[in-house]
């Protein structure tokens, strides 16, 4: 029998540091972070202890409205249990991420958007033989994912995926299962706290609100787990639409996923059994008015671009929203000239927004939208591909 690895307080407590450095970052001037930090060792030294004791247990979350790039509901964990979801990532990625396809795109490094539009090209180019030949993309969406997860059936999904890994040398897989369980059954819901006035969820759909949600349902969007579990729980279907309908060209973005074929009638036919699967297995539903065909030839939009042959375009609405955020930036600057995050805000957010661009041929747009700024240039400049932000140093 294999050695079974035992994790020691000290090990814990080092990789806690280390999560905590995680979890900081762009947060490194936010109240809850410098007040974590103010009494840093005894803080991580307690966590510690609880998890140790297995006696952790998360704070309430806090709940609120977002309205860009359209609203939502967000529960954000305390600031201690962010950085148990990031040594929780640390232990557990790597593990989830060997049972997945590799066209699921979401929350994994190296597979994020950009990826993912280059894979669904590439399934495009196979199926229409280099556009020589007539091709078809069904594209899908669960409604209201997030909200309708069943967490028992995630935490059966977790343990079963965690029973049948053999790397285990270096994970004590006791205290593995220990946090999946107290993470993924947390009902965020129970005693959150919430911020913003009760008419912002007036107009908010029950199915995008954990308020709303059945018993033992819903994961909140926000945390770093989520993010890792939705995944999970969704490896199933990927499974299911790769080897036992043979989808050849699938591809899927958290809750939106893609299967590109030659043959319209067969897609057509995939739909009720994929419906049928989402109910029977995972018991969630298909979004009716987003599920669609496309003539690969006519183009399609997919994660903020819009593919045709041959070429990829950013979408308008994409591009609005960056014009429209860069635009509250530069606003923000002029009106908070003593913030000392404001640099790091502006490096991070701008380099980010000139990233998601450079996918495409932008040169201009990038430029013609940096030119409109007015108050960021006392704090930094572009490089000369207008991709990225460089603060200037302090003398």
């Not at 977790?158 to 299962?177: E, Q, T």
């Amino acid at each position: 029998m294999a050695h079974s690895f035992s994790l020691s307080r000290e090990i814990l407590l080092v990789d806690l540091h280390a999560a905590y450095l995680q979890a900081r970052q762009h947060k490194r001037f936010r109240q809850y972070q410098l007040l974590f930090e103010a009494n840093l060792q005894e803080n991580l030294a307690n966590l510690a202890d609880e998890l140790f004791r297995r006696q952790y247990k998360p704070r309430p979350s806090t709940c609120f409205i977002i309205e860009d790039p359209k609203k939502r509901e967000v529960f954000a964990a305390d600031f201690r249990d962010r950085i148990v979801h990031h040594l929780y990532f640390n232990y557990t990625h790597q593990i989830f991420e060997r049972t997945f396809i590799a066209d699921s795109y979401s929350c994994i490094k190296g597979r994020g958007t950009h990826f993912g539009i280059q894979r669904l090209q590439g399934h495009i180019r196979k199926a229409s033989l280099n556009y020589s030949e007539k091709a078809y993309v069904l594209q899908m969406d669960i409604r209201g994912y997030f909200m309708n997860i069943d967490r028992r059936l995630l935490l059966n999904i977790c343990l079963a995926s965690l029973d049948k890994c053999h790397c285990r040398a270096h994970i004590d897989m006791d205290f593995v299962r220990y946090l999946t369980k107290e993470l993924v059954l947390l009902d965020p819901v129970k005693d959150c706290i919430i911020v913003g006035q009760p008419d912002q969820w007036h107009s908010l759909p029950h199915d995008k609100s954990l308020f709303h949600s059945a018993d033992g349902c819903g994961l909140p969007i926000g945390n770093l787990t989520s993010q890792l579990f939705s995944n999970i729980y969704l490896n199933v279907l990927d499974q299911f639409m790769k080897r036992q309908l043979l989808c050849r060209h699938y591809g899927r973005y958290v809750d939106d996923f893609f299967v590109v074929a030659a043959d319209i009638v067969w897609l057509r036919d995939l739909i009720p059994q994929v419906r049928q699967f989402l109910s029977n297995e995972l018991g969630l539903s298909l979004h009716e008015g987003k599920t669609r065909i496309s003539e690969v030839h006519r183009g399609l939009s997919f994660l903020g671009a819009y593919v045709k042959p041959w070429r990829c375009y950013v979408r308008n609405e994409t591009l609005r929203r960056i014009q429209r955020k860069v635009a509250n930036l530069d606003l923000y600057a002029a009106q908070n000239p003593d913030d000392d995050e404001l640099p790091l805000m502006l490096r991070d957010s701008l380099s980010s927004f000139g990233g998601v661009l450079s996918h495409f041929k932008t040169y201009t747009i990038r430029a013609k939208i940096w030119n409109s700024l007015q108050n960021v240039w006392s704090y930094g400049y572009f490089d000369p591909d207008q991709k990225k932000f460089i603060i200037f140093r302090k003398s």
